[in-house]
Structure formats: structure tokens, C-alpha cells
């Protein structure tokens, strides 16, 4: 027997933007799998080589979507690509596809956007802030639209740090409609050169360009059956279709993976950091909840956004806390239990809470070390690389320090009275309740993740004991490595010792 929430989607056309990225993966799986969901248009643009269609059709060698498949041999019959760019003027949509989508469509889910911290201005502007402005114009347009969620994140309003579930146009240095003009008017390199101008405390292009996004939301959606879904750091899946599934390097888990493969030996988060991650599969599921919440307010008492725009967040609640030093001490309890077979070094971490001090001992643990290295490569004849690496890193570890030095709490009250309002059948399908997060079950099935889908390692035994071979010979090797350190340290400190007695 159906639920409130399946029967909601039953022979509904979802239109999703941002369909191949890791989050809309797992939306459109769980759609395909748990719903008799009629069809889904995705918005593809061609990628690496690959059009539109393989994009689509990789899916079926996809480990994630085998619990689909072998339930629904065709379900990806249902999902079609539709060609379209959200960097384009015109989301880059054909005329035979816009009329398709204004008439078929009932549900939108608008997922694109690029993630990117240190985007130049003019993109991140075009595809998180434009984008979401056409894409409400698009649904204007749907005769059936029934419901649209606006996927944003909670750190669209990062300026301050107790955030509530509204909206926070007084933080943007002027209005969405008043700096999509100005883009409009401006080259891209004039527009970038306004940088620190326009986003004002902002702390990147990023969350600035979502909160104009937000604020393009609550200026042109009135009249649309629409919310915003607010998500923390979205990470690994923790139960559903498959534990620990994640396709994406990005925050903690590029701490973890980096620090997993023995290349990053130091971060920089302050004393009881607060962690803000959330599962990706409980974003899928609250994503599903609120359209079928939000339809159903919406047939009862059409509403003016600018009175009450209904936003979902969703992160940690303070009764289930999560830090960064729980984060980085589970998982150096699995460097034994699952170590990489491609291990360049014996793993650890040393958090450094100063930012200052930080970039001084980068030079002694990540910099230096990997000049020694990447010479060794030279003179093997193999091409250096670890320089490079280091380099990303302590950029990417410089956009992120903002975020591992303040902490962020985020209200999440609309997000439990809507888990309240559903049935138990469907608060079993469609879970994410953030109290019953079990982190040390999550993060168990995290690590064995992106073991599998990151590393590309199989999860068997023969491929854990071969890491554990590996791990002791590192092992060794750092600490005989640390071991004539100190004596060499002792020598110096001993000589400098009787050097300043002789004086």
C-alpha cells in the first residue's frame, strides 16, 4: 500500500536541475526506487568528452544504482537528459524542450550550482544566482506545476552564526535584482574586479552567490508552490539504498581521504569545532518530504512568499552534537582497521588551531617532505607531483578557514515539524531525523565508502591485509624517520648548548 508521500509522486513529471551531481544521484535514485514517479527530466550539458545521453546511461554500471536496478530492470527508462547549461543565457534550452517541460511538468527540484569556493565572481554569479532566476521563470510558465524546492545551504547566510529557518536580505550589499543587472552590463573581468565590493563579509563567492540566489527566491517566486531546502555539508550516504556511497572530494571528506592516503598530516580547525555534516540520503528524503508538504499547503491556502516562504534546514541539532577532533580520532582509529593499499606515508593528523602557526609547520610536515619526495621521482624518472598537490591543498585549506575557525548553529525547527507531520511509514522511508544519527555507525560506514567508491579499493580481505602490510612498513619508516630526527635535534641543541657555554 502506498504512502501520503508515494502516492504524491505517483505518475508526476519531476524536472531536476543539477541531476548528475552527487546530490541529485541520490534524488533521482531514491524517486526511481520508493515512487511510481511517471518521468524525470534531467538538465545535462555535455561533459569530459561525453554527451548528454552517456551521462545518463553510465548510470548503469554505476554500483550505487544496483539495489535500483535489481528491482527495476528499466527504471532509468524514465529518466530523460535534456540538453541545457545553467551558464548558458538561456539555460541553453531548445524551443521543442521548453515547450516539453512548460507543459509536462509538475515537480522541480533546482540542484545545480557550483560549489566551488574560489569560483571567479562571473561564473559563480551565472550559475548559482542567474540560473535559479530563470529556472523560476521556466515554472511560471509550467501549466501543472504543483511544487518546486530550491536547493541552497545553510551557509547561504554564513555572516552570522546562530542562523534561524528565514530569509537575511539585510546581509547582501544591495539586492539579486540589482547585481544581475549590473552583470549584465559589466565584462566578466570588471564584474570580478567588484569582488570584495559586492560580497562584503562574505567569506567567498560561493555562499555569497547562494544568498543572492535565496534573495532572487523571496523577490520573484510569489505565486509559485515553492521552498528552500537548506543543507549543511552534504557527505556520504548512511543507510539508503547503500552505506557510505560518495562520488565528491570536497570538505571533510577530502580532509579524510587526504589524511587516509598520508598526505595531509595537518589541519587547522579551532578547539571544539563544531562538525556540520549531514547524510546526502537524508537530504534526498527531506527534499521529497517538503514537495509533497509544500504541495499540500499550497492547494489549501496559496500563500505570498514575502509573508511566509517555508525553508527547511537541516543539520546537526545540539542534542546530537557532532566536533571536528570526534571526526579526526574515529578515523584514526581505522587506520589500522582499513588502510589504503596506495598509502604514501604512515597516516596521521596534528591539528594546529592556529591559522598563523599553521602555515609555519605546513612547510616542515607538507611542503618540505613532498620537495624530498617529488625529487626522488625526478630522479627515478617519474614525473613529481606531490608539490602540485600540496599547493591545491593549502589553498583549499585556506578557503576553508573561515569555516573550521568559527562555529555555525542552524535552527532546524520547520525541518522536525515537518518529519512530525508524516506518517510512520513514510518517516521510515523518507528519514532524517538527525537526532537518531548514530555518528560512530555513520562514519564506520563512511570510511569503508570512500575506501570502496574514492580509492577504488575492494572491500575485501585480501585488499585489507595488503594496506596493513603496507601500514607497518610506513609505520616503520616514520618512526625510524622521527627516531634520527631527534637525535640529529639533540646533537644540534646539545652542541649549541656548549657553544654558548664556551662563549
Same mark, same amino acid.
Not at 9 to 21: D, S
Not at 110 to 139: D, K, M, Y
Not at 238 to 267: C, E, H, M, Q
Given at each position: ?18 541531476? =548528475? ?22 538538465? =545535462? ?21 544496483? =539495489?535500483?536496478?535489481? =528491482? ?219 514537495? @509533497? ?51 604514501? @606515508? ?25 620537495? !624530498? !619526495? ?64 548514530? @555518528? ?53 641543541? @646539545?652542541?649549541?648548548?656548549? !657553544?654558548?657555554?664556551?662563549?
Amino acid at each position: 500500500m502506498e504512502t501520503e508521500i508515494q502516492g504524491f509522486f505517483r505518475n508526476k513529471t519531476v524536472f531536476i536541475t543539477g541531476g =548528475t551531481g552527487f546530490l541529485g544521484k541520490v534524488v533521482i535514485e531514491k524517486l526511481l526506487r520508493t515512487t511510481e514517479v511517471k518521468k524525470i527530466y534531467s538538465l =545535462t550539458r555535455e561533459k569530459r568528452g561525453k554527451d548528454i545521453k552517456e551521462r545518463v546511461e553510465i548510470w548503469q554500471s554505476d554500483p550505487f544504482f544496483k =539495489t535500483l536496478l535489481d =528491482t527495476k530492470p528499466s527504471a532509468f527508462d524514465r529518466v530523460l537528459a535534456v540538453a541545457g547549461n545553467c551558464l548558458a543565457p538561456d539555460l541553453g534550452l531548445s524551443e521543442g524542450d521548453r515547450r516539453i517541460l512548460t507543459s509536462e511538468v509538475q515537480i522541480v527540484i533546482h540542484g545545480a550550482a557550483t560549489v566551488r569556493f574560489n569560483e571567479p565572481l562571473h561564473v559563480a554569479l551565472a550559475i548559482n544566482t542567474r540560473a535559479s532566476r530563470l529556472i523560476l521563470q521556466l515554472a511560471r510558465d509550467m501549466k501543472q506545476l504543483v511544487a518546486y524546492s530550491h536547493v541552497s545551504t545553510t551557509f547561504s547566510n554564513c555572516v552570522i552564526f546562530r542562523v534561524k529557518e528565514i530569509f537575511y536580505p539585510e546581509h547582501l550589499t544591495c539586492g539579486s535584482d540589482k547585481v544581475l543587472a549590473m552583470s549584465e552590463l559589466v565584462s566578466p573581468q570588471v564584474l570580478d574586479g567588484m569582488e570584495s565590493a559586492l560580497k562584503g563579509s562574505f567569506p567567498n563567492t560561493y555562499t555569497y552567490t547562494k544568498a543572492l540566489a535565496e534573495d532572487v527566491v523571496l523577490r520573484e517566486s510569489e505565486g509559485l508552490p515553492i521552498s528552500v531546502f537548506r543543507p549543511a555539508i552534504i557527505t556520504a550516504t548512511w543507510k539508503d539504498p547503500v552505506a557510505g556511497f560518495i562520488d565528491n572530494l570536497y570538505g571533510p571528506t577530502a580532509i579524510g581521504f587526504g589524511s587516509g592516503r598520508g598526505v595531509l598530516r595537518l589541519t587547522n580547525f579551532k578547539r571544539n569545532h563544531r562538525g556540520n555534516i549531514v547524510p546526502v540520503d537524508f537530504c534526498a528524503n527531506l527534499i521529497l518530504a517538503s514537495l @509533497w508538504h509544500t504541495a499540500n499547503m499550497y492547494a489549501k491556502i496559496p500563500r505570498n512568499p514575502k509573508d511566509h516562504l517555508p525553508i527547511y534546514a537541516l543539520a546537526p541539532t545540539e542534542r546530537n552534537d557532532l566536533f571536528s577532533s570526534d571526526i579526526a580520532e574515529i578515523g584514526l582509529n581505522y587506520r589500522d582497521k582499513l588502510p589504503m593499499t596506495k598509502m604514501i @606515508w604512515y597516516p596521521f593528523c596534528i591539528n594546529i588551531p592556529s591559522p598563523r602557526l599553521f602555515s609555519i609547520f605546513a612547510f616542515f610536515y607538507h611542503t618540505l617532505p613532498g620537495y !624530498f !619526495f617529488d625529487l626522488g621521482l625526478k630522479i627515478s624518472g617519474r614525473k613529481p607531483r606531490l608539490g602540485k598537490i600540496y599547493t591545491k591543498l593549502h589553498s583549499g585549506l585556506a578557503h576553508l578557514t573561515y569555516f573550521l575557525q568559527n562555529d555555525f548553529y542552524f535552527d532546524i525547527k520547520n525541518s522536525e515539524q515537518l518529519l512530525s507531520l508524516m506518517s510512520p511509514e513514510d518517516r521510515r522511508l523518507y528519514d532524517f531525523d538527525m537526532n537518531s544519527v548514530d @555518528w560512530r555507525d555513520y562514519f564506520d560506514k563512511g570510511i569503508k565508502g570512500m575506501r570502496f567508491y574514492l580509492a577504488k579499493e575492494e572491500p575485501t580481505e585480501e585488499s585489507i591485509q595488503r594496506g596493513r602490510r603496507l601500514l607497518k612498513k610506513l609505520k616503520f619508516l616514520h618512526y625510524s624517520l622521527m627516531t634520527v630526527l631527534c637525535c640529529i635535534f639533540g646533537i644540534l641543541l @646539545w652542541l649549541l648548548v656548549g !657553544f654558548m657555554g664556551f662563549i
